[in-house]
């Protein structure tokens, strides 16, 4: 072969790697080691019934958590949300460790995790029209089991079924006839072949809306079931003001969560009339798998007064403890330990709690807490002003430990435990004793939560407020 031949094939090669390094956004020419994952993270909260504790070995410690490596790759959104993750899956052709994420403007975005190159992203149709403007979402996707197809929002209501092999959608969804009112923020889940997903309202609670419960088949997007937390006497997707009453958003990070055993599906809402028939504002509600029968409910005994201070009840999803014990957080500084039960009760039930506790620092509760199981089952909680810890025994909660730093919904993953400040900054702690072992470098954001696999951390940050278009995915590996 030429030489003249040989230096066109040369320039060739390094111009195709120049556009690839121009989707990279790579923080360090120092090439990375490829490493090969064997475990997955495929929605908020680890699990579908949202423990925010993931049982799986990270290779992260106390004594190599200092030791790990920041990369910082641009995107084309901010993700005020969390990631997801899949390991060893095709994409483009080769196998890959791949991060998910989904943009506050719908944009769904594959990223490489061990160069953090970008793979493919999702846009959808309409995108132009609400970007940069208040109509948005914060939701985090969800992958199916089977590991070929993860499940998105985006902010015209819409939920989308994505390959995760090149992103081409496969169906999209309403689940909303009101995307300008009616809000996707909280997180996806998915149960036996069905993709549940919730609706709420913006900011300023301008009317109409209600939060709904969407159950989709995961197969061909069909909405198969509507539960509706005002008017819930009609069982289909509601025109919002043809209903009398608005609010009741179902708008806290966990969204739907979970009873793996029965299937039964635990919600809660935010300010709007409670009549315990067909009114659940401010309550937390249990229904069955096909969203049609109200098993329990609770809401306190000043309802009336946590709705006319805007102080939602909803703020957080209910927290599963087992044995028939739910915790519930709330806009007014308080976490209730409440006996639950599958009684079929679409009646009022007011008060009755087993305890209450005050928040970490008696601030509101927007984060979802997190519960690790074992000989003792410990509760991890933070709020705007603090962090704290509880065992829990004998359907009783004690504190253990507390401190004034400020975080969103706590991870434990590897024996450790992981809070963001949304003022900048990711904290690890010893679970038990809340001792700090490490603090990674990091900007703030507003709803961002870490996911810990594989020997690394994702964390994005920003927040959905600032309507961006741009924003930056943390990613930390071991080196």
Known sequence: MSFRILCFLALCACGAAATRDRDSAVATTIPTPRRAGTHDWTRFGWDAGRSNVSLDPTGITAANISKMVRRQVQLDGTVDASPIYLHDVRVNGAERDVFFVTTTYGKTIAIDANDGSILWRYTPAGYDRWAGSRQVTTATPVADPARNFIYAASPDGHI???????????????????????????????????????????????PPYQGHVAILDA???????????????????????????????????????????TGDIYIATGNARYDGRIHWGDAAVSIDSTATTILDNYTPTNTDDLNSRDADLGSTSPVLLGNGYVLQGGKDGRIRLLQWGRARRASARRGGETQVVSTPSG????????????????????????????????????????NRNGGTSPVVAGGLLYVYDTDGGLRVYEPQSGKQIAELECGGGHWNSPIIVDGRIALPEGSANSHRQSGVLNIWRLP
């Open 160 to 206: 989308q079924k994505l390959s995760v092999a090149d992103g081409r959608p496969a169906w999209s969804t309403a689940i909303t006839r009101l995307p300008e009112r009616e809000k996707i923020a909280s997180s996806l889940n998915y149960f036996h072949g069905k993709v549940i997903a919730t609706t709420g309202g913006y900011i300023g609670d301008a």
């Open 363 to 402: 601030d509101d509760l927007f984060t979802a807490p997190a519960v690790m199981r074992g000989s003792t089952t410990w509760i991890f909680a933070a709020d705007n002003r603090g962090t704290a810890a509880w065992t829990y025994g004998g359907n009783r909660l004690q504190e253990v430990w507390k």
């Open 219 to 261: 197969q061909n997007g069909r909405l198969v079931h509507v539960w509706n937390s005002l008017c819930s006497d009609r069982r289909e997707l509601l025109e919002p003001s043809s209903c009398e009453e608005s609010g009741s958003a179902i708008w806290g990070r966990t969204g739907a969560v979970i009873d793996t055993t």
